[in-house]
Every structure is written in C-alpha cells, then in structure tokens.
C-alpha cells in the first residue's frame, strides 16, 4: 500500500510541470492575424501616389521619356508613316516574291508591276485585284499571263483598307510607274463595295461598271 501510495505522488510530481509548461504555451489557432487598417491606408496612398507620379512624370512610356533632358511637359510627337513607305514595307513582305523587288516579275508566270497599263490606269480596276484577286488569263505589258492572284481583302491576306492603299500607291509610284496616290479613304470605299465578293475577277470584269476616276494627290514618289 506504502508503495502504491509512493508511485502516485511521484505520477503527480512528474505531471505538475509538465501542466505548468502546457500552460504557459500559446493554443494553436486557425486562420491569420488581420492586417491592421493604417497599413491598409499607407498602402492605397502610396499606390496613388505612385500613380499620379508616372502620369506626370512617365510620359506616356515614349522612350524619350527616360532621358536627363525629358520634359514632361512638352508635346508628343507622333510619326506618321507615309503611305508610300507603309507600301513599301507590306510589298516588300507579301508581294516581292512573285513580282520581285525589281517590279519587273517573273517571265510567263508572274506579270510585271513596272509599266503595267493595270497598275497605273484606273484606281479602281486596281484595288479590285488587290480587294478578291485575279484569275485566268490577261494581258500586261503586251504578254499575256495566265494564274491566279490571290486576294488581300477579307476573304484573303485580310489587309486593311490603309495597308492596301499603301501597297497600290507604292506600286503606282515605283520603277518609273507615275500614277496618283490611292488613299485610304478611297480604299475604304472600295472595300466596302466588294468585301463580300466570295470569288476572284477576271481581266474583262475588271473595267466593267466603273465608278468616277477618284480626285487624289497626284504622282509624289519619294
């Protein structure tokens, strides 16, 4: 009895400090220690601020903008692509493959764009071509050719009005070519009269039905 009696009080001896140390350390919690409010506060206005510091200060992202010398103040000048030069870029791209950077084509297969009656006579029959493409025989420069030219409107290439427009008036301008600039308010017209012509022309329907000769820049070539 002695001995049972000993072996609970030593039980309860061991146990006290280990409840004393449970006691003293934190319960476990579910969840996070919510952000205090002035934090919160500081932060929106730091962003705000830092806001309207790039509005200021940030000039719109223009690579100018990050030089010692940038005035925020002054006005952006925006660049305009001239269209000849626009041309010049999607022909080089879409077109030089076939009617070569010479303009002068591939012999029995790939009419030239230098002196070409087609190219340079009416706005119209032109942008025809470019809008749904040509098929079957035509004469150009005196030589018949006989292919297909794809489409660069919206059942084609998909260009848009400006870009055609830059294109033809390349063309119109290039290798000794003088004709009028084709602008994109003209193109627009165009494409809104055979955006939904699903099949490609051929040479005789091409001056059939033509509208007014359109009043535009004359021959300006850089």
């Given at each position: 009895m002695?001995?049972d009696l000993?072996?609970h009080?030593?039980?309860?001896?061991?146990q006290e400090?280990?409840?004393a140390?449970m006691?003293?350390?934190?319960?476990?919690?579910?969840?996070?220690s919510?952000?205090p409010i002035f934090i919160l506060?500081l932060?929106a206005?730091?962003?705000?601020w830092g806001g309207?510091?790039l509005i200021?200060?940030?000039?719109f992202?223009?690579?100018?903008?990050?030089?010692?010398?940038?005035?925020p103040?002054?006005?952006?000048?925006?660049v305009q692509v001239?269209?000849?030069?626009?041309g010049a870029?999607?022909?080089?791209?879409?077109?030089?493959?076939?009617h070569?950077?010479t303009?002068?084509?591939?012999?029995g297969?790939?009419?030239?764009?230098a002196?070409?009656?087609?190219?340079t006579?009416?706005?119209e029959s032109l942008?025809?071509?470019?809008?749904n493409?040509?098929?079957?025989p035509?004469?150009?420069?005196?030589?018949q050719?006989?292919?297909?030219?794809?489409?660069?409107?919206?059942?084609g290439?998909?260009?848009?009005?400006?870009?055609?427009?830059?294109?033809?008036?390349?063309?119109r301008?290039?290798?000794?070519?003088?004709a009028?600039?084709?602008?994109?308010?003209?193109?627009?017209?165009y494409?809104a009269?055979y955006?939904?012509?699903?099949?490609p022309?051929t040479?005789e329907e091409?001056?059939?039905?033509l509208s007014?000769e359109?009043?535009?820049?004359?021959?300006?070539?850089?």
């Amino acid at each position: 009895m002695s001995d049972d009696l000993d072996q609970h009080t030593k039980d309860n001896g061991d146990q006290e400090p280990q409840d004393a140390l449970m006691r003293e350390q934190e319960e476990p919690s579910n969840g996070s220690s919510p952000v205090p409010i002035f934090i919160l506060f500081l932060f929106a206005a730091l962003c705000f601020w830092g806001g309207v510091y790039l509005i200021h200060y940030g000039g719109f992202f223009h690579k100018d903008a990050y030089t010692f010398d940038f005035n925020p103040n002054a006005e952006v000048v925006v660049v305009q692509v001239s269209l000849f030069d626009r041309g010049a870029k999607i022909y080089n791209a879409q077109c030089a493959a076939c009617h070569q950077a010479t303009g002068l084509g591939i012999a029995g297969a790939f009419p030239p764009v230098a002196g070409s009656e087609w190219v340079t006579d009416h706005q119209e029959s032109l942008a025809r071509i470019l809008i749904n493409g040509l098929n079957g025989p035509i004469v150009v420069a005196g030589k018949q050719y006989n292919g297909n030219m794809p489409a660069f409107g919206p059942n084609g290439l998909n260009l848009k009005p400006l870009e055609i427009a830059g294109v033809l008036t390349y063309i119109r301008q290039s290798w000794g070519n003088q004709a009028s600039v084709i602008t994109e308010e003209t193109m627009t017209t165009y494409m809104a009269q055979y955006s939904s012509r699903s099949k490609p022309w051929t040479a005789e329907e091409l001056v059939l039905d033509l509208s007014p000769e359109p009043v535009s820049e004359a021959f300006s070539a850089e």
